[in-house]
């Protein structure tokens, strides 16, 4: 059975990128947000296995966002991904309640070794 991926990044560049590197795997992202307040809404109907999230979004960031998530559903398996590479915005990811944060770019083996970690 696949675990079920949702994505959320306001680029539909890594949206494709993900698709392309977990299509052969036992991963399938089954929904995709652009923003804090669709994702919070997509979260609710899909109760994916895990969430990619960037921090930088439209309206809710991806902190509030994660944040918001946890606290409706405190069991929520979310993975950071962003450019910001600064110590303070990992700190505020793991407040927040991300299990992992990964930097832009990324590569393939670092998206499977964290949802392998995060699903385990």
């Given at each position: 059975m696949s675990k079920r991926i949702m994505v959320v990044d306001d680029?539909?560049?890594?949206?494709?990128?993900l698709q392309y590197i977990l299509g052969e795997t036992e991963?399938?992202?089954v929904g995709y947000a652009k923003s804090g307040e669709e994702a919070?809404?997509?979260y609710?109907?899909?109760q994916p296995d895990a969430v990619t999230l960037d921090i930088v979004l439209p309206g809710i960031d991806g902190i509030d966002t994660a944040k918001q998530i946890r606290s409706k559903w405190p069991d929520a398996k979310i993975?950071?991904?962003?450019?910001l590479a600064y110590d303070d915005t990992m700190d505020e990811?793991?407040?927040?309640?991300?299990?992992?944060?990964?930097?832009?770019?990324?590569d393939i083996q670092q998206i499977l070794d964290?949802?392998?970690?995060?699903?385990?």
């Amino acid at each position: 059975m696949s675990k079920r991926i949702m994505v959320v990044d306001d680029s539909s560049f890594i949206w494709e990128e993900l698709q392309y590197i977990l299509g052969e795997t036992e991963y399938e992202i089954v929904g995709y947000a652009k923003s804090g307040e669709e994702a919070i809404e997509l979260y609710e109907k899909l109760q994916p296995d895990a969430v990619t999230l960037d921090i930088v979004l439209p309206g809710i960031d991806g902190i509030d966002t994660a944040k918001q998530i946890r606290s409706k559903w405190p069991d929520a398996k979310i993975i950071m991904i962003s450019s910001l590479a600064y110590d303070d915005t990992m700190d505020e990811a793991n407040a927040a309640g991300a299990c992992d944060f990964i930097f832009k770019p990324f590569d393939i083996q670092q998206i499977l070794d964290a949802l392998e970690k995060v699903l385990s």
